[in-house]
């Protein structure tokens, strides 16, 4: 069983920070990569970042140079920082990983909220 649990998140004003954390626990192996998608209201969820295990990172455009990832492949973690932030990054945040190259596990998502 495979358990990814999300942290962090909240409300923020515009130009805050704040960041997201994802641990993973259970039967994971040949973690190939790990990252965040996010769900506005009303709208598809799309991929804000990822890393592999590698630490190759790839962002989406509305968030490079405002968002950076991290993770610790051993310790199945992975964190998002979110600087800079703007309303348009509401959404539920979703952490997820890949492992056995074809796997995918998903968390169950939070909210961050940016209003004034």
């Known amino acids: 069983q495979v358990q990814v649990v999300e942290s962090g998140g909240g409300l923020a004003q515009p130009g805050g920070s704040l960041r997201l954390s994802c641990t993973a626990s259970?039967?994971?192996?040949?973690?190939?990569?790990m990252g965040w998608y996010r769900q506005a209201p009303g709208k598809e969820r799309v991929l804000v970042a990822n890393?592999?295990?590698?630490?190759?990172?790839n962002y989406a455009d509305s968030v490079k140079g405002r968002f950076a990832i991290s993770a610790d492949f051993a310790q199945k973690r992975v964190s998002l920082q979110l600087n800079n932030l703007k309303s348009e990054d509401t959404a539920t945040y979703f952490c997820?990983?890949?492992?056995?190259?074809?796997?995918?596990?998903w968390g169950q998502g939070i909210q961050v909220t940016v209003s004034s």
């Open positions: 259970g039967s994971i192996f040949n973690l190939n990569s």
């Open positions: 890393i592999g295990n590698g630490h190759s990172t």
């Open positions: 997820y990983l890949i492992y056995l190259n074809i796997r995918s596990a």
